[in-house]
């Protein structure tokens, strides 16, 4: 008989390869799918070489970037220089640990959750780990020596911290809503109506933080390659370069599942299976942010930050006093 | 005072509200046109496979071209080396036994050539031009320098029928008014037409 703690621990291994795996594989096919996007938007082709259709294209862009010479400035901190890609790529991917798939499975008698850890704070885990991801931006861009990587770094510790804000408060309404801090908690709330319906304001702010969280496009402040030269990563090569793209991507399908989950209703959804029906609101919002990068052009710095302190910042704060309101008078 | 603010103080909030909307719905519409593209059909040009064909005056690879008797046009007058803004033509001229000149080598480096046209448009005897072909890349920078024997066609290129000495560069045979191309001369003393 085998003891019930090892099944439990070899499950949460499972599910920890399975999760790693699988963000890796969707981060790479990411890449690829925003490439062929954004060309059909530009009516071209995209990348078609690699393989069919470009199928094995991200493979290529792997290989590419591990046999790259990985340079590294002279005076630069190495050791926060080599460490600060890693923060990035592992913040994203520890958000990922608290997103739940699916509903809980029932498993030979034994309770199988499709998320690697149920914690009864996820909305509290995944606002700091947020907020950390900033740390891998800006020692990066510091410690690459480079003023070009330094103006990055502080645009996007600045963004990053500032938005970190209405993307916090907003998700306030959602939580007063369920009743819990716990995903789970906040997904079942939605069974009958995703919060979206009742809270389309902080819908909107959250999506807004979250593209300027991911510095997506019109948010880039911090990579803006035309004046910047890819700012913080400018002084990147090979794959620790890489672990900063990876850790861009993963953030893309990391802040869709948090969107998905706060606010579309998590896997819940009519006739097709739960992780499903995840995957697909999931892969929406990706595109909308693909979408965006397409339409929009990038903000101007003290509009980005007059967007956020005047605009976005207040509206979630009286979003807040308002649905407290409405609770208290429906109640 | 504030009687008189109030109403100019409406209209323009009334202003900035249209404003915002002008710009909300412009947004709107950005949106909607990537996303009509997305399903048209893309007009790329699969390069290896399908080539265009470029216009005449695209300025690629340089040749030497010949005149219509197939001698040689150049007459390493260096006009082009001097005009040439990055220095990357260079010859050496010699004199035939006939008292014509013709280049005893002539190289350009296409490694450093920005393909500007300038020495074509220099050239007087329109030996030297620019030629739709674009497909040079070599994998060494050795590779990009081309001789004399690279660059000599065959042909007149993009003036087949030119032929400098017809026209200038000997000594001209006839009378006054009898070379190709040339007026009769005008008796200045004469007022009379």
Known sequence: MIPSWLIDVGLLVIKLAVSLVGLLMIAAYLVLAERKLLGRMQIRLGPNRAGWHGALQPIADVVKMITKEDARPRGADLFLYWFAPAVTALTAFLIAAVVPFGPALNIFGHRFEPMVLDLNVGVLYALAFSSIGVYGVSLGGWASNSKYSLLGAVRAAAQMISYELPLALSLVPAVMLAGSLRLTDIVEAQAGLPFILVQPVAFAIFLIAAFAEAKRIPFDLPEAENELMAGFHTEYSGMRFGLYFLGEYVNMIVLGSLVTVFFLGGWHGPLLPPMVWFLLKVFALVFVMIWSRGTLPRLRWDQLMGFCWKVLTPLALVNIVVTAGIMVLLS | ?193
């Open chain 2, 1 to 193: 005072m504030s009687d008189k603010r109030a109403p100019e103080q409406t209209g323009h909030v009334r202003r900035e509200t249209t404003a915002g909307l002008r710009q909300a719905w412009g947004l709107v519409q950005g949106f909607a046109m990537t996303l009509r593209h997305v399903f048209r059909r893309p007009i790329t040009f699969q390069y290896p496979e399908e080539k265009r064909t470029l216009p005449a005056r695209t300025r690629a690879r340089i040749v030497l071209t010949r005149d219509p008797d197939g001698q040689e046009r150049c007459v390493a007058c260096y006009l082009c080396s001097a005009a040439c803004p990055v220095d990357c033509i260079s010859m050496q001229s010699e004199e035939r036994p006939d008292g014509r000149r013709w280049a005893r080598w002539f190289r350009i480096n296409f490694a450093r050539c920005i393909f500007c046209g300038l020495c074509e448009e220099a050239c007087p005897t329109l030996a030297i031009q620019l030629t739709p072909d674009f497909e040079m890349a070599e994998h060494g920078l050795l590779d990009l320098v081309a001789e004399k024997e690279d660059l000599l066609i065959d042909g007149g290129g993009k003036h087949p029928d030119y032929n400098f000495y017809r026209h200038a560069g000997v000594a001209v045979a006839g009378d006054k008014g009898e070379h190709i191309g040339e007026d009769e001369p005008v008796d200045v003393l004469s007022n009379h037409v």
